[in-house]
């Protein structure tokens, strides 16, 4: 898996390529700690290269939108494939997520 960040003013983008396993949990958890250490509250999650998301992956999306709900942040994600946006309904994680068609409408959000 890669991930990338873009930090900007009132938003941060991380991209996440590939497969979020037990093995990036580590990594993907220190970005978010860091983004929200640095002040940014509106963390969005552009998933358009993102495939496969495991149980590891879940927790560490539940364990971020709390540390996010403490600061009275937002965790969105985008351009979710058809198989994420399924597991996401599965597990009620939909319910709980900001969930936009495009990072796009996802920065139109935060600038609104």
Known sequence: MVIKQERFDKYAIIT???????????????????????????IIIDCKDL?????????????????????QGRLMFAALHDNI?????ITGYAQLLEIY????DAVQSIQN
Do not use: C, H, P
């Open 101 to 104: 068609e495009t990072t796009e």
């Open 16 to 42: 996440a390529e590939g497969r979020l396993e037990v093995n990036y949990f580590d990594e993907f958890k220190i970005i978010i700690d860091e983004l929200v250490a640095a002040g940014l509250k509106n």
């Open 85 to 89: 946006r399924s597991v996401f309904v």
């Open 51 to 71: 495939f496969f998301i495991s149980s590891a992956g879940l927790r560490v999306i539940i364990m971020t939108l709390k540390e996010m709900q403490k600061v």
